[in-house]
């Protein structure tokens, strides 16, 4: 009998650090979506700087995934920016559709002199969203494992 209360405890201490790693996923996308965004504009800058190809061109070279790339190639089909993901802000959305806006539009100066002003935006963005991201999922984690422990005491 002792081995069906430790495998039921086991159970559900998993099952609550499961849900801790549930609820931090909204942080690491913001994460991910910001490495992916800053990588870009790295990239974009480089490209505007030396080769210059067409903006089609350079899109569709990305084969990577990820919520930030599965908007570009939206955007690289529909010419609509469309970033409608939880875990950005209105304000982030907002600047993300101003960046996309830019994107192609006038000559290679100007878009490389926005685009450069954006770098120190996004590697703020980039080391902010990073951190948190770290920093919840850890607290997340803890918290499964607390809720699961205190359900296994009050439980078995």
């Excluded at 903006?55 to 908007?71: H, I, N, P, R, W």
């Excluded at 939880?86 to 192609?104: A, F, I, N």
Aim: hydrophobic residues 40%.
């Amino acid at each position: 009998m002792l081995w069906l209360k430790l495998l039921i405890g086991v159970c559900i201490v998993a099952f609550c650090v499961f849900l801790g790693y549930l609820a931090a996923s909204k942080y690491r996308s913001r994460r991910d979506f910001y490495t992916q965004f800053h990588a870009f504009n790295e990239r974009y800058c480089n490209e505007l700087a030396y080769a210059r190809k067409p903006l089609g061109e350079f899109l569709a070279q990305f084969g990577e995934t990820g919520d930030f790339y599965k908007s570009l190639q939206r955007f690289a089909k529909t010419r609509t920016c469309a970033f409608d993901y939880s875990y950005l802000t209105r304000e982030e959305r907002e600047g993300c559709v101003d960046y996309c806006d830019m994107l192609g539009r006038g000559d290679s100066f100007s878009q490389s002199g926005y685009f450069s002003s954006k770098r120190g935006a996004l590697s703020e963005k980039k080391a902010e969203s990073e951190k948190e991201a770290k920093a919840r999922g850890e607290l997340y984690l803890k918290l499964g494992l607390l809720a699961g422990l205190a359900f296994v005491i009050l439980i078995v």
